[in-house]
């Protein structure tokens, strides 16, 4: 038992590690990449989960995530910026370093709040849950310090993997919850990737801070 | 009581000397992994050890400017380094002097030595020494804080700062798979790459004045001072190599009261488990280029952070109440 | 006549010195106080004075720095060099520092507190001609000013409304929490800024070098520790039992004045400024560990507190020690050449040998290198910090991975910051003619360098007595000492905890690298019998024998200005280089903004000139506006006496 519970948090301490290397990269396609990686990551470790629970239907979830968040979602980013000609660099807000000490705070941060907060339940799901949030915040952090349009994309996408993961750890959650989950993160590529299309179409470009030139009601 | 006693001292002599003799052999091994995988033959394994006598046979000049600085250093560089490198617990934890090895004055005596060769790189006053003086102490700066972190997660799992002590602990645990500890494993091979001058940091075999930082140091020396840094470095890699051998992979190590049997095979899985990691590192080397001096920080930064992150993943799994 | 008498100064304080410090050490170790009371001061209260065990401690520290000071400044040349300004105040001065530690009540304290600001003062300003040390002067009488004000503040809030200013009274009725946590604020700011903690730090950098050296030495070695006695007693014995968020002000403080004041040093070209701005350093240093002692005690962790204590107690004496050899040094040199900054030195090691030596020995201290003293404290420290992550609230848990990370920062930094001081000043090839001319300094000031680099060789092997020496008054302080050395395998090991979970053997690894240096040395000479032979440097085949080919104390710093420098202060490098045919030299310059002199200085600075202007409007009033102020201040007080009785 606490060989499944090691396994289990290798596995998300590894999904840790590829949202800092999320923060770290330089370049679109490295980042593509390392999204891929996470995915792949996050379906090695529901399926890990589904092994050792004996809950054959976390089968099915790891599956999803491994062909649509590891497999189809990068390579057809990968194409949308080919196409597009979207610039190879990631344009940051603030640097590398900076961007790592925060999420170094951050993981604190959720480290400390479920620490406090979780007192009465088991360790295990405490520490998996504070694992997940900690990736959920690195995930809205990329959204934040980096400028792209597609690094957001990955960014928001990195927050859904960090809440499948926290549900992995929660008992009893239906299939149908998983499968409406892969569906909400396919609707929102399909919306952001429309999006996407029309603003280079009429902008040139899809560096959010040129759009927030556009905006009429600026400050 | 006597004969044990005797038996211990022998022991510790043993480590102290047999550290010394393996030093060239894990650099050969190195370097002729680097070759084969670079589809050349390579010079023999036993090479090492015929550069140094070469060397010391070899005439030492010294620059007129140099002072009695740069003609001590190298023996103290090698005293030191020789030192630190006969503390760690290689073939036996619980020899006579393991007390000693405290991981912190450990890495101390190493700054030592590396504070005392930028000293005698800066003697001569020509460019090479500052660049590579400066360049070093700048990576000092930067592996010192990782370092730190390490071992603050090791004790944090072991309780101590004993080197003997760690290694029982990890010995004595079931084999745990803990993510904190991996990240540690991580950093501290970052850290080490960065410490003994390895590929993406330095490249040991350079000569070009842009990417030198420890060949710079020592460009100046010649002849026995040279021999006795190169001893010093091929030292550095070995305490290196037997520091995280002795830290993450204890096994086969042979317990305080075992007998001369239980040491010669301890010496023997020693031996080999370094000679693997010096072959690790050559396939290493040969995978990965250099990297510019200014992106050095992102790198060893890299280490930094996973250190960082083994103590809050330390601190999740270790429970709240400590 | 008066030339005769001054001319005694230094000899007479010497021995003063040196006799207060062999009474200090027989109380310290043993036990026993001396307590008097003078009928001066304060009409019925008087003057109290007390020497405990910690001002005993502290007493030791400071009265060694004068010891050395005065030895050295036995040496200087009475018919050349500026002593009458300094003579008379020097014993003044160091009197000043003595009474701060006896003084028992908070009269006595601020009196002599404020008696030692105002000698130094008047040393920092000895030159007065010289700009430089005008405006240091300035800076530190306001910085000195604003201290002293916060320490009132702070034993006003100790004395509390009944208005006990003895110290006794204060120990018997300890203060509320609120009244606390003010106290230890204007105490921090109090002790602080005559520490150098950063953001109260700017006077020091200005002020320590613009004195003479001996007196720097004293400033930065020895009146940091009266700053650091000042905390000390206030959060340790005044203010009764500690809360635990009490740490985070002087951890906090302490780490970020560490790495910052190795930053500044880096950067900087002068050799005093350097030496001050590392004296900023070490006092970080030492309010970490005062910190984690507040920490460990709150929590009951006795053993742990002790650790954190003796660190800091032993780095206060260790710094004395090297910082005080340092000052010295840098006189030296300052003497030897008549110049201070790093880009005329060089090559000194040929021509000053002693000074070198010594010298050498205080950089290898102050960077925290075995098997010398500043080790000692530092693995302490260390050992403090990573017992840190035992304590309970989760605040000071995630904090000390951070502390440990700037901490070994400070380290690294110290370490590449006095091997550029000593590589660009004492190694390499003169860079001016007045370094290439130098010559060693008299037989005085040797004989004090050479007495401090001892004691720093010998505090590195026998730190361990040091730290026993210690253990009376920690148990005073903390509630318990360091473990004995009979627990461990040696009668010289440091032992931390307990022997099983850290020990630090300095004289065995000292011995162990004596050892392996010897052997080398015979192997290798009876292996390669060959004299060496002096040649030319290696010069790729271009001789260049011009010394400004080697690398300068700028382009030593460039490494670390690129990584650290362009984050923290905004270094930006720019060169600008003449088109081809144009004959004008390239320029290469840098700039940096300090970003904490513009937050703490420069915006209250202007902002109290604004208000000082606006201000400046009351003294053009009418007769008619007079009587409408003077009538406005009659009615609120008498509102306020209404509302209030």
Redesign the interface.
């Given at each position: 038992m606490n060989y499944a519970y090691e396994i289990s948090h290798l596995l998300a301490g590894a999904m840790l590690v590829t949202s800092f290397a999320l923060l770290y990269q330089e370049r679109i396609a490295a980042v593509l990449k390392t999204f891929a990686a996470q995915s792949i990551t996050l379906a090695l470790a529901v399926a890990w989960a589904a092994w050792s629970q004996d809950r054959p239907d976390l089968f099915i979830t790891a599956l999803i995530a491994f062909t649509l968040k590891g497999i189809i979602i990068p390579v057809a980013l990968h194409r949308t910026v080919a196409r597009l000609g979207i610039h190879r660099e990631v344009e940051k807000v603030v640097g590398v370093g900076i961007a790592l000490i925060v999420g170094l705070a951050l993981t604190a941060l959720a480290q400390a709040l479920l620490l406090k907060v979780a007192q009465g339940s088991a360790s295990h799901a405490r520490e998996e849950l504070a694992l997940a949030l900690a990736i959920i915040l690195l995930g809205f952090l990329m959204m934040i310090v980096r400028r792209n349009a597609v690094t957001q994309v990955v960014g928001f996408m990195s927050m859904e993997n960090g809440l499948i993961l926290a549900a992995t750890g929660a008992r009893g959650m239906p299939l149908v919850v998983e499968v409406s989950v892969a569906f909400s993160v396919l609707i929102a590529l399909f919306v952001f990737a429309v999006f996407v299309f029309r603003i280079r179409e009429r902008f040139d470009t899809i560096d959010i801070e040129a759009l927030d030139r556009m905006r009429g009601d600026r400050r | 009581m006597t004969g044990d006693l005797v038996l211990q001292v022998l022991a510790q002599g043993a480590q102290m000397f047999f550290v010394l003799l393996i030093a060239p052999l894990a650099i050969g091994v190195v370097r002729q992994i680097k070759a084969r995988l670079m589809r050349r033959q390579g010079a023999p394994l036993l090479q090492g050890y015929r550069d140094l006598a070469k060397l010391?046979?070899?005439?030492?000049?010294?620059?007129?400017?140099a002072?009695?600085?740069f003609?001590a250093a190298p023996?103290?560089i090698?005293?030191?380094t020789?030192?630190a490198a006969?503390?760690v617990p290689s073939f036996a934890s619980g020899l006579m002097?393991n007390?000693?090895a405290?991981v912190?004055?450990l890495v101390?005596?190493l700054?030592?030595a590396?504070?005392l060769l930028?000293?005698a790189?800066?003697?001569?006053?020509?460019?090479?020494?500052?660049?590579g003086?400066?360049?070093e102490?700048?990576i000092?700066?930067?592996?010192?804080?990782?370092?730190?972190?390490i071992?603050?997660t090791l004790?944090?799992a072991a309780?101590?700062?004993?080197l003997a002590?760690v290694a029982d602990f990890f010995i004595s645990e079931p084999l745990?798979?803990?993510?904190?500890l991996?990240?540690s494993l991580v950093a501290l091979i970052i850290v080490a790459l960065a410490e003994n001058a390895r590929i993406p940091v330095d490249n040991p075999v350079t000569h070009l004045e842009l990417t030198m930082v420890h060949e710079a140091m020592i460009?100046?020396y010649s002849?026995?001072h040279l021999?006795?840094i190169e001893a010093a470095s091929y030292l550095k890699l070995v305490l290196y190599l037997s520091l995280l051998i002795c830290l993450f992979a204890p096994f086969g190590m042979a317990p305080a009261t075992a007998g001369v049997g239980g040491w010669l095979l301890g010496l023997l899985v020693w031996t080999a488990k370094l000679l693997g990691g010096a072959a690790l590192l050559g396939v290493w080397e040969v995978s990965i280029a250099k990297m510019r001096?200014?992106r050095l920080?992102?790198f060893v930064?890299?280490a930094?952070?996973?250190?960082?992150?083994a103590?809050?993943?330390a601190?999740?799994?270790g429970?709240?109440?400590? | 006549m008066r030339g005769r008498a001054l001319a005694l100064v230094y000899p007479l304080s010497g021995l003063a010195a040196l006799a207060l410090a062999i009474v200090d050490l027989r109380v310290l170790l043993g036990g026993g106080e001396a307590v008097a009371r003078l009928p001066i001061g304060l009409p019925g209260i008087g003057l109290h004075l007390r020497l405990d065990a910690l001002s005993a401690f502290f007493g030791v520290v400071i009265n060694g720095g004068v010891l050395a000071a005065s030895v050295y400044g036995m040496g200087f040349d009475r018919a050349k060099e500026l002593t009458p300004r300094v003579e008379p105040l020097f014993p003044l001065f160091a009197a000043a520092m003595n009474l701060v530690l006896i003084a028992d009540d908070a009269y006595a304290f601020l009196f002599s507190w404020e008696l030692m600001s105002l000698t130094s003062w008047a040393l920092v300003v000895a030159r007065h001609t010289d700009p430089e040390s005008r405006r240091a002067g300035h800076l530190y009488l306001v910085m000195a000013a604003i201290g002293t004000t916060a320490l009132l503040f702070a034993f006003g809030g100790l004395a509390g409304p009944a208005g006990g200013y003895a110290f006794d009274t204060i120990r018997a009725h300890a203060p509320g929490p609120a009244v606390a946590a003010l106290v230890l604020a204007a105490a921090l700011v109090g002790c602080g800024s005559k520490g150098g903690l950063i953001p109260l730090h700017a006077w020091l950098p200005l002020a320590h070098p613009a004195a003479p050296s001996h007196v720097s030495a004293l400033m930065s070695g020895v009146m940091t520790k009266v700053a650091i006695y000042g905390f000390v007693r206030i959060a340790f014995d005044l203010l009764g039992p500690p809360a635990w968020w009490w740490a985070l002000p002087p951890i906090v403080l302490g780490s970020v004045t560490a790495v910052l004041g190795l930053l500044y040093a880096v950067l900087d070209r002068d050799l005093k400024r350097v030496l001050a701005y590392s004296t900023i350093e070490n006092v970080g240093v030492i309010f970490v560990a005062l910190g984690l002692a507040i920490a460990f005690r709150a929590n009951g962790q006795n053993a742990a507190a002790a650790v954190a204590m003796t660190a800091a107690l032993l780095h206060a004496l260790n710094h004395s020690w090297f910082k005080s050899l340092l000052f010295l040094g840098a006189g030296a040199v300052l003497h030897a050449t008549g110049r201070r900054d790093l880009e005329g030195l060089g090559g000194l090691i040929h021509r000053m040998p002693h000074t070198a030596l010594f010298f050498l020995v205080g950089a290898l201290a102050i960077s925290a290198l075995p098997p010398l003293n500043g080790f000692v404290s530092e693995w302490l420290l260390f050992q403090a910090v990573i017992a840190a992550p035992a304590l309970p609230q989760s605040a000071l848990r995630f904090a000390s991975p951070a502390i440990g990370a700037m901490l070994a920062l400070a380290a690294a930094l110290a370490a590449a910051c006095f091997v550029r001081v000593y590589g660009i000043a004492f190694l390499g090839r003169p860079r001016s003619v007045e370094a290439a001319q130098a010559h060693d300094v008299p037989a005085a000031q040797q004989i004090a360098m050479g007495g401090l680099a001892g004691l720093c060789v010998l505090g590195g092997l026998f730190g361990s007595v040091l730290a026993q020496a210690l253990a009376p008054l920690l148990r005073e302080l903390v509630g318990s000492g360091l473990p004995n050395a009979d627990h461990g395998p040696t009668p010289f090991s440091l032992i931390a905890f307990d022997p099983s979970r850290s020990i630090y053997d300095a004289p065995i690894i000292a011995l162990f690298v004596a050892i392996a240096s010897v052997t080398t040395v015979l192997v290798v000479h009876r292996l390669s019998a060959r004299r060496t032979r002096r040649g030319p440097a290696w010069d790729c085949g271009f001789p260049d024998p011009s010394p400004a080919t080697q690398y300068t104390a700028s382009s030593f710093a460039q490494p670390l200005r690129r990584v650290y420098g362009a984050v923290v202060f905004a270094a930006r490098e720019t060169v600008v280089m003449p088109p081809p045919g144009d004959t004008r030299p390239a320029r290469f310059s840098v700039a940096t903004i300090d970003f904490v002199w513009n937050a703490a200085y420069g915006l209250p600075g202007r902002a109290v000139l604004r208000l000082s202007e606006r201000l400046n409007a009351l003294q053009f009033l009418t007769i008619r506006r007079y009587l409408v102020l003077m009538f406005t201040a009659l009615v609120i007080l008498l509102a306020i006496a209404a509302v209030m009785i």
């Open positions: - | 010391l046979r070899k005439e030492s000049v010294v620059a007129e400017s002072s009695w600085l003609r023996s103290l090698f005293a030191l020789w030192v006969a503390l002097f007390w000693a405290d912190v004055a101390a005596l700054g030592a590396r504070a930028a000293l790189g800066m003697d001569v006053g020509t460019s090479f020494g500052g660049i003086s400066s360049r102490m700048m000092a700066t930067l592996a010192e804080p990782a370092m730190m972190l071992v603050l004790a944090i309780g101590t700062t004993r002590g745990a798979v803990r993510v904190s991996a990240l460009l100046e002849g026995r021999a006795l001096v200014f920080p992102d930064g890299v930094f952070i996973f250190g960082f992150l103590i809050l993943l601190f999740l799994t429970g709240a109440g400590q | -």
